[in-house]
């Protein structure tokens, strides 16, 4: 059972940065394809970003290509989300999720969930 726990969302004006993290613990973290999902009020969870598990291979979602990176470190057991250029339409409920040996942008291929941290962009 693998246990994820974001960190770092808060309130940014727009233009702003913020840096997601997400802690795991549980599992063999380096064989699990970590991604991020966010969900608006009202709306689906969206896909946002995956890394592979041996982190060789990231994949963006078309409305924050360019703006939001994804990386990981195996060693911490942690993925993070550098945030920039913020705008109010990325304001969501950010979500980590972890799936073994597999790459998808899916929510429900995903084995695994975080509770989520609130990102809220201000205009």
């Known amino acids: 059972q693998v246990q994820l726990v974001e960190s770092g969302g808060g309130l940014v004006q727009a233009g702003g940065s913020l840096r997601l993290s997400c802690a795991a613990s549980g599992g063999t973290f380096s064989a699990y394809t970590m991604g991020w999902f966010r969900q608006a009020p009202g709306r689906e969870h969206e896909f946002v970003a995956y890394?592979?598990?041996?982190?060789?291979?990231?994949y963006y979602a078309n409305s924050v290509k360019g703006r939001f990176t994804i990386s990981r470190d195996n060693a911490a057991n942690t993925v993070y989300l550098q945030m920039n250029t913020l705008k109010p339409e990325d304001t969501a409920v950010y979500y980590c999720a972890a799936v073994r040996v597999s790459t998808t942008t899916r929510w429900s291929a995903y084995d695994y969930w975080g509770q989520g941290t609130q990102v809220t962009v201000s205009s």
């Open positions: 890394i592979s598990w041996i982190g060789s291979v990231t």
